[in-house]
């Protein structure tokens, strides 16, 4: 049963009362990611109109994906709403450790980008409603650019994105002509790692699921990408992640950058230009498609109250809180999940990424292919692949810092990868 209620703010609020939802709070496990944090003052409305305390948890990415992964695969009952994405929604639908979501006729389902709603069920079952979604594209400062005389342009080679690096690094002056996610974790290095591989023509295993990082595609991929981050990257990158970088370059400190296209809601320096994922002759996974999504563990006492949340938290009408809240606006809207946000004139004429952002997310390509037999872009749909991916994230930052040459972290990878395979009974 809902109601919609106006708060003290004017939000326009679409949401369950707490005496037919039966909690008196609930405990939310969220990545520490601006929208995240937004989230936290748009709900104080939601509170206030449902009487619902709202304990948030927030984390940065590594811990919460090890903590809520041991917390709902243990049924420890820590929390009632957790934020997970597209490599453990279906997975954990599957298993049991997730319960499906359903929706009522207002939160218009099929308003949700086919994409974000794909990656998230299981056999058709929606198991994690998106909060916002993502793919990757260049970001680059067009000044520095212009003033280089060099182009940066959509599906751009790695060797002119090179070069342009190579003409904008100018570190004396604090400018550094690339930066690029050099934290180790399946989510934070590999994210990125993964997509400049599948770009080299590499997979991460071949079609009977043997892993292939020491194969030709892999080291041709790792030396470009140890040799561009560590020849014109900002110091210490095997250290950074998204956060880091983000106030990296709003501090004027990043000539380009390759990630995530929600950064740009968040970007704040002037002159910023968007292009296509780079690729080295294979376009196909040059650009990876995510979403932190929210779901709620099975057996959750406060079961019914959290779908009430997600399915408000998820909703047009939460956008439009957003937009309407006095501290943010529609430029700092979550984006990439649903097509009528792109359609409303406020957020065209705020969200001049929005057009690359879409292009973006609507070319990322996670089904199967000859090339790469597993679902996934920058994650392998199995249940080992955080394993699997944690181990080898590890070998690539450490390659990244110098503390060993590529061939020896990718043969220490491929051993590390193989005996996970081989334990799980792959072959």
């Given amino acids: 049963m809902k109601f919609s209620g106006t708060t003290a703010l004017g939000l326009t609020l679409g949401i369950a009362s707490a005496s037919v939802a039966g909690a008196e709070s609930l405990t939310i496990a969220i990545v520490n990611n601006g929208h995240m944090i937004n ?252 979403a932190w999504a929210m779901a709620v563990p099975t057996g959750s006492p406060n079961s019914e109250a959290a779908h009430d949340f997600i399915e408000w938290a998820t909703s047009k009408a939460y956008i439009q809180a957003v937009a309407d809240h006095p501290d943010f606006g529609w430029g700092s809207v979550p984006t990439g999940t649903r097509a009528s946000t792109y359609a409303h004139p406020e957020f065209q004429a705020v969200a001049g990424f929005a057009a690359a952002e879409m292009a973006a997310i609507e070319s990322a390509a996670p089904e199967a292919t000859d090339l790469k037999p597993y679902v996934g872009v920058q994650f392998a749909a199995i249940p080992e692949f955080p394993e699997v991916g944690t181990a080898v994230a590890q070998e690539i930052a450490a390659a990244l810092s110098g503390a060993k040459s590529v061939d020896e972290a990718l043969a220490a990878a491929q051993s590390a990868a193989d005996a996970i395979m081989v334990e799980a009974g792959y072959y």
């Avoid at 599906?155 to 690094?169: E, K, Q």
């Avoid at 930066?179 to 974790?185: A, M, Q, S, V």
């Avoid at 290095?189 to 991460?204: K, Q």
């Fill in 39 to 290: 989230m936290q003052s748009v709900a104080e409305a939601y509170t206030a109109d449902t009487g619902i305390e709202l304990k948030w948890v927030s984390l940065e990415e590594g811990v919460l994906r090890e903590q809520v992964t041991s917390d709902t695969a243990t049924g420890g009952g820590q929390y009632d709403v957790i934020n997970i994405g597209m490599q453990e929604a279906p997975i954990w639908g599957a298993a049991g450790w997730i319960e499906p979501l359903n929706f009522g006729a207002e939160y218009d389902i099929d308003d949700m980008l086919p994409a974000m709603r794909n990656g998230l069920s299981y056999e058709g079952t929606l198991y994690a409603a998106p909060f916002y979604g993502e793919s990757s594209m260049v970001m680059y400062r067009k000044d520095l650019t212009d003033a280089a005389g060099v182009t940066i342009v959509d599906n751009d080679s790695w060797d002119n994105v090179r070069a342009a690096a190579a003409a904008i690094h100018d570190p004396a002056n604090g400018v550094y002509g690339v930066c690029l996610r050099g934290k180790p974790g399946w989510g934070d290095n590999m994210a990125f790692v993964t997509t400049v591989v599948n770009s080299f023509g590499g997979a991460w295993f071949d079609a009977d699921m043997r892993p292939t990082l020491d194969s030709d595609e892999w080291k041709a991929a790792i030396n470009f990408y140890v040799d561009l981050l560590g020849t014109y990257g900002p110091p210490g990158s095997e250290g950074n992640s998204f956060n880091e970088i983000l106030a990296l370059y709003n501090e004027g400190k990043c000539g380009m950058w390759i990630d995530a296209t929600i950064a740009a809601s968040f970007l704040t320096v002037d002159g910023v230009a968007y292009a296509q994922s780079p690729n080295a002759g294979n376009p196909v996974g040059a650009n990876w498609l995510w």
